[in-house]
């Protein structure tokens, strides 16, 4: 933020973990003192509205806004709305979502779809068909099931693909080290994504929205594998891009090595056009101004 020219302040704030309800013991200390913080922060800034980025992280701010009787602006990423996303929601301007089907679960809430905003450098392409690259990812901390699936089944993808462009993610590192190959192209971490897909042809990853909209932004077919963690919340994202004809999916409890490459060979050349072509149609590479457009449009209310 400060590279970037603007001011940054911080609250410090922790979330609320169900998974772990032990952890919570510092909650009742941390909320006030996150939101005594906020409110210093609103006040002394004086916005003329706040925009909430999803996650407990917003919280405190949101909550001073409110208090404040400053109008603010919610944007949940995932189909289905977080926890702070729906307790703050009855009092936002707008929340502005990412994949359609989001809107049916924020009832008597005004939705805007813009999509995610994303960096800079995710392009349009029409992707080779059959694709000729392979892009697997798990993300900045990879996947273990997606990572021994791509590695058991790693001899048949490099005789069916010119490159296997493989993002391991940290966890991975050893793995990518050990399986170098011919045609393998395996690393821990990537800084450049836009670089990657623009690479690709077909994307094998988790449904992380901010993977599905990269892929979407430059008109990739999917193959997802929506992890079972936060309450299985990326099934939702999934099925999102498996109704727009965009993605196919896989279960995380069925991904092997053999039904990976049986997925990929069950897209033929036809189904592969229609994907990308639906992938292109829910991409929104706008996204950041679409966003801005909402903030003006409470602004100038």
Same mark, same amino acid.
């Given at each position: 933020?400060?590279?970037?020219?603007?001011?940054?302040?911080?609250? #410090?704030?922790?979330?609320?973990?169900?998974?772990?309800?032990?952890?919570?013991?510092?909650?009742?200390?941390?909320?006030?003192?996150?939101?005594?913080?906020?409110?210093?922060?609103?006040?002394?800034? %004086?916005?003329?509205?706040?925009?909430?980025?999803?996650?407990? +992280?917003?919280?405190?701010?949101?909550?001073?806004?409110?208090?404040?009787?400053?109008?603010? +602006?919610?944007?949940?990423?995932?189909?289905?709305?977080?926890?702070?996303?729906?307790?703050?929601?009855?009092?936002?301007?707008?929340?502005?979502?990412?994949?359609?089907?989001?809107?049916?679960?924020?009832?008597?809430?005004?939705?805007?779809?813009?999509?995610?905003?994303? #960096?800079?450098?995710?392009?349009?392409?029409?992707?080779?068909?059959?694709?000729? #690259?392979?892009?697997?990812?798990?993300?900045?901390?990879?996947?273990?099931?997606?990572?021994?699936?791509?590695?058991?089944?790693?001899?048949?993808?490099? =005789?069916?693909?010119?490159?296997?462009?493989? +993002?391991?993610?940290?966890?991975?590192?050893?793995?990518?080290?050990?399986?170098?190959?011919?045609?393998?192209?395996?690393?821990?971490?990537?800084?450049?994504?836009?670089?990657?897909?623009?690479?690709?042809?077909?994307?094998?990853?988790?449904?992380?929205?901010?993977?599905?909209?990269?892929? =979407?932004?430059?008109?990739?077919?999917?193959?997802?594998?929506?992890?079972?963690?936060?309450?299985?919340?990326?099934?939702?994202?999934?099925? &999102?891009?498996?109704?727009?004809?965009?993605?196919?999916?896989?279960?995380?409890?069925?991904?092997?090595?053999?039904?990976?490459?049986? &997925?990929?060979?069950?897209?033929?050349?036809?189904? +592969?056009?229609?994907?990308?072509?639906?992938?292109?149609?829910?991409?929104?590479?706008?996204?950041?101004?679409?966003?801005? %457009?909402?903030?003006?449009?409470?602004?100038? #209310?």
């Amino acid at each position: 933020m400060p590279a970037a020219g603007f001011e940054l302040q911080t609250v #410090r704030v922790r979330g609320l973990d169900r998974d772990a309800p032990w952890k919570n013991i510092a909650l009742p200390v941390l909320v006030p003192l996150a939101l005594r913080s906020a409110l210093r922060i609103v006040d002394r800034f %004086r916005p003329d509205v706040v925009l909430g980025m999803g996650g407990y +992280v917003m919280a405190p701010p949101v909550a001073a806004a409110r208090m404040r009787r400053i109008p603010y +602006v919610l944007h949940e990423k995932d189909v289905r709305p977080g926890l702070a996303t729906r307790y703050f929601a009855a009092n936002a301007a707008a929340v502005c979502t990412t994949l359609p089907g989001t809107e049916e679960r924020l009832r008597n809430v005004r939705t805007v779809l813009t999509g995610v905003p994303l #960096r800079e450098g995710f392009e349009p392409r029409t992707p080779d068909i059959p694709p000729r #690259r392979l892009l697997v990812t798990g993300g900045s901390q990879g996947a273990r099931r997606l990572n021994e699936a791509t590695w058991a089944a790693l001899d048949e993808l490099c =005789a069916r693909f010119e490159e296997v462009i493989h +993002v391991a993610g940290q966890q991975g590192k050893d793995g990518v080290e050990r399986h170098a190959r011919e045609r393998y192209s395996g690393v821990a971490f990537a800084e450049d994504m836009p670089a990657l897909m623009a690479r690709a042809d077909l994307v094998v990853s988790r449904a992380g929205v901010s993977t599905i909209s990269e892929a =979407a932004a430059v008109g990739l077919p999917m193959i997802l594998v929506p992890g079972t963690f936060g309450g299985g919340h990326q099934e939702e994202n999934a099925a &999102a891009m498996v109704a727009a004809g965009a993605a196919l999916r896989i279960a995380d409890e069925e991904l092997t090595g053999e039904s990976l490459v049986r &997925a990929i060979a069950s897209l033929d050349a036809s189904r +592969v056009r229609a994907m990308a072509k639906a992938s292109a149609a829910t991409g929104r590479r706008d996204a950041a101004q679409r966003v801005l %457009r909402v903030l003006h449009e409470v602004v100038r #209310r």
